[in-house]
């Protein structure tokens, strides 16, 4: 089977093929022309002849016509009759030759006439000829340089076909080592998902352990517990007074007035401290797990770190070249996150207050900043309307989320970071795989913009607050709603309004414009108390790891101690 050619070398091939049988018809008229020549120069030589001919019996003619009558006079003058009879025959010959010779002459005349025309037509038709020619040649002319064209548009595409075909094979090659790479990385999952089989076996026998050794210890404290009762009823018998007086206060044994409480977080009912951030706006804080460390971001380009018992200065950690927007302790205590209106996230190590890290990439100011459970991984929200996931320790990131509406804040809902949720401008809550990249669920569970979200620390449940006045506690596998918290008087702002649990997730907390700090009992959704202590919009409030105690952020400069 013949091979096909393609398009364009068959259009090439069929212009040639018209050229040369234009180039044939021409050389055809050139040929006719030639012999139409040849015959007009016929023409013209017999045209001459024949005029020479004419005029040679012209002559011939007039000689005759003289000699006749000069003979005629001759004949009468002499007067002889046998030399008259001889003299009327030669006349009658003469004038008999002269009419031949008048009508050879007119013969000639006519074709004389008839090569004039003949002439004259073949010159029309030169002339004809000699135009078509030159149309022919211009024509010519432009074929030829369309055929020139031609083989420069195929000389380009001939280039441009084995520029292709190295892209290609360049494409092949990166092709190949993509696909070596994912058999490299499908390896690595297989033997991940191994060792997270042999962990989770590990975890299910440690928390069997765990529950074990809980309820021993739990067998033990009521053992005590009945001993206790069993020594008070013992010594209640023997002096009532000093049994009571011993077993009414709980230091006798060691006991706290918090630990007598069960270890339950409280409402606060008033301040009993206050730290001056020494900054112009407060935007975010953030404590660390064990309570010690308090960090704080703000208009500065500071973040600033204060011990959080006595309120004394520690870090000011410099490197933002534009104001902190939010800021995040690890959970080990050993980073410090803050994301900034320069479009970068920064970290920095809190053993040395040294900057270690710049998280690069956004294009528009990074609204809020997150470290996964083992601080391996970092989320990152920007104006841009991506969420970013960085390894930690490389500083690169590793996916990027398009979350389409604006975002004001984003929380981790499990120890690994598989999940976020993210708080929207269009009035709803999203929840996201970081690995694929993909929106797993969302719910517009707000009438206007949700400002804020925190999930409790075993990721199940979602606390979002709203600028329609209304704290919201969702299920995070669902998003149904499962309490809703609001009060007269409570307006949050628009810029900076986060709300926290505490750790026992008995209470919600969120600060008001008003600059009152409002709490509700998460299970009744009732409101507990408010408390008005700042002087200024509360921008964040957060409880310490015991629950005892609560900071309230205000956005010009103080940060108040309540308990």
Not at 285 to 305: M, Q
Not at 386 to 401: A, F, M, Y
Not at 502 to 517: Q, T
Request: aromatic letters at 4%; glycine letters at 8%.
């Amino acid at each position: 089977m013949a091979q096909t050619k393609p398009g364009w070398e068959a259009r090439i091939l069929a212009q040639l093929e018209q050229r040369e049988v234009r180039v044939a018809t021409v050389a055809k008229v050139i040929q006719s022309y030639n012999r139409l020549a040849g015959k007009v120069g016929e023409f013209a030589s017999h045209s001459r002849e024949v005029e020479a001919r004419s005029r040679e019996l012209q002559g011939e003619h007039e000689r005759m016509f003289e000699n006749y009558h000069h003979g005629g006079g001759m004949g009468m003058g002499m007067g002889g009759g046998g030399g008259g009879g001889g003299n009327v025959r030669g006349t009658t010959l003469a004038q008999q030759r002269i009419t031949d010779l008048e009508r050879e002459v007119e013969t000639l005349k006519e074709e004389r006439s008839a090569l004039y025309r003949t002439q004259g037509t073949n010159a029309q038709r030169l002339l004809d000829l000699s135009d078509k020619m030159r149309e022919n040649d211009e024509r010519l002319r432009q074929q030829e340089l369309e055929i020139s064209d031609s083989h420069e548009a195929l000389r380009r595409s001939n280039n441009k076909i084995n520029d292709l075909q190295d892209a290609l094979k360049e494409k092949d090659g990166t092709i190949q080592i993509l696909q070596d790479e994912m058999s490299a990385l499908q390896l690595e999952i297989v033997q991940i998902e191994e060792r997270c089989g042999r962990l989770q076996a590990e975890n299910d026998d440690l928390v069997k352990r765990w529950l074990k050794k809980m309820n021993e210890e739990a067998e033990k404290v009521n053992e005590v517990t009945q001993e206790l009762e069993q020594i008070r009823r013992k010594s209640a018998a023997l002096s009532p007074q000093m049994g009571a007086a011993m077993f009414d206060d709980d230091r006798f044994f060691g006991l706290s007035p918090m630990s007598a409480q069960n270890g339950g977080s409280v409402a606060p009912r008033g301040a009993v401290g206050k730290i001056d951030a020494r900054m112009e706006e407060l935007h975010s804080i953030a404590l660390s797990r064990n309570g010690e460390l308090l960090a704080v971001g703000g208009h500065s380009t500071t973040v600033k770190v204060f011990d959080a018992a006595t309120g004394d200065s520690i870090y000011s950690l410099t490197g933002c070249l534009k104001g902190v927007n939010h800021v995040e302790i690890s959970t080990d205590g050993s980073m410090l996150l803050a994301a900034s209106s320069d479009n970068t996230a920064r970290i920095w190590k809190l053993d040395t207050g040294r900057h270690w890290k710049s998280l690069s990439g956004h294009i528009g100011s990074v609204v809020t900043a997150k470290f996964s459970t083992d601080a391996s991984r970092v989320f990152t929200y920007s104006q841009d309307r991506t969420v970013k996931v960085w390894d930690t320790q490389r500083g690169l990131c590793t996916k990027t989320l398009f979350t389409v509406s604006s975002c004001h804040d984003i929380d981790v809902l499990d120890s690994a970071g598989s999940r976020i949720v993210t708080a929207h401008m269009d009035n709803s809550i999203r929840v996201w795989d970081t690995a694929s990249g993909k929106k797993l669920r969302e719910a517009a569970i707000h009438k206007e913009q949700v400002m804020s979200v925190c999930a409790n620390r075993s990721g199940t449940r979602i606390l979002t607050n709203s600028c329609d006045g209304m704290l919201k506690l969702v299920d995070a596998s669902t998003l149904d709603v499962l309490t809703v918290m609001s009060a007269a008087g409570y307006r949050p702002s628009r810029n900076w309004a986060r709300a926290s649990l505490s750790p026992d997730e008995r209470f919600a907390m969120a600060g008001s414009i008003d600059g009152k700090l409002y709490i509700w009992d998460v299970n009744s959704g009732d409101l507990v108390r408010s408390l008005d202590i700042h002087k200024s919009p509360v921008c964040d409030a957060l409880w310490d790891p015991t629950g005892m105690r609560v900071y309230s952020a205000e956005k010009s400069r103080y940060i108040m101690i309540l308990q």
